[in-house]
């Protein structure tokens, strides 16, 4: 059903009128959206093929944001179980378990060995500057 008709130079119709036109749409729907629903309100919503959507809304995808940023973790000190975001480091449920923990000889050991300060090489080098230092002012 092709029909002819004419528009200005600088227009760039591809419908003759509006129903044409909202007829054009609805074919394109159906090539280029499929219908989806939402992870997490169970809405359905119209998402075009090509792309990955979950959620119906930005509304719904925070949520979901908040819901995945968390995780749980064991205290090292007391054995607790704590919530925790998972971008944090953080391994202890208070700061009084931290410095019991700190305060143990093993544990520090194990922190001055594992740091980045001695891996470089730095905390080697600065010992023994620091002796012959010593031994210089001494003498």
């Known amino acids: 059903m092709w029909k002819i008709f004419f528009c200005k130079k600088r227009q760039r119709k591809k419908t003759c009128s509006k129903q044409c036109q909202l007829d054009l749409r609805k074919k394109n729907d159906e090539k280029y959206y499929i219908v989806k ?15 990955n959507k979950k959620y119906c809304s930005y509304k719904c995808s925070g949520i979901a944001k908040k819901e995945n940023a968390y995780e749980f973790r064991k205290c090292l000190t007391c054995g607790i179980i704590f919530r925790e ?7 202890f449920c ?23 300060y001695i891996k470089k090489g730095l905390y080697i080098e600065s010992f023994f500057i620091l002796i012959l230092q010593t031994k210089h002012q001494m003498a």
């Open 37 to 51: 629903k939402c992870n997490i309100c169970g809405k359905e919503f119209k998402s075009k093929i090509k792309e």
């Open 85 to 91: 975001r998972i971008k944090y480091k953080r391994n």
């Open 94 to 116: 208070s700061k009084k378990c931290r410095s019991v923990w700190m305060q143990d000889k093993e544990n520090k050991n194990s922190r001055i060995l594992s740091s980045n």
